[in-house]
């Protein structure tokens, strides 16, 4: 219910306004938007730091495939020189 009232917000503010006829997101906004969601401020540095660790660990996953299967490569030319 919170995460949809945020997503909610974010995609209000993000979406052009048929009456503004603007896509940027103003500074007035971001403090209506600030005020109005004051109990969702604590659940933001949660979700960078969650975010932050999902991608921090699949670049780490994805870089050690790349160096295995470039060894696995590396392995099988040296046996076929041999």
Do not use: H
């Not at 995609?11 to 896509?23: E, K, V, Y």
């Not at 007035?28 to 975010?51: H, K, R, S, T, Y």
């Amino acid at each position: 219910m919170i995460i949809q009232s945020l997503l909610n917000s974010i995609i209000s503010l993000i979406l052009p306004d048929a009456t503004q006829g603007t896509t940027f997101l103003g500074i007035g906004q971001l403090q209506q938007w600030i005020f109005a969601n004051v109990e969702l401020l604590p659940l933001i540095p949660a979700v960078i730091i969650v975010g932050g660790l999902i991608i921090l660990t699949l670049s780490y996953v994805s870089w050690r495939k790349y160096k295995g299967q470039s060894q696995k490569i590396k392995q099988k030319d040296d046996n076929l020189v041999d």
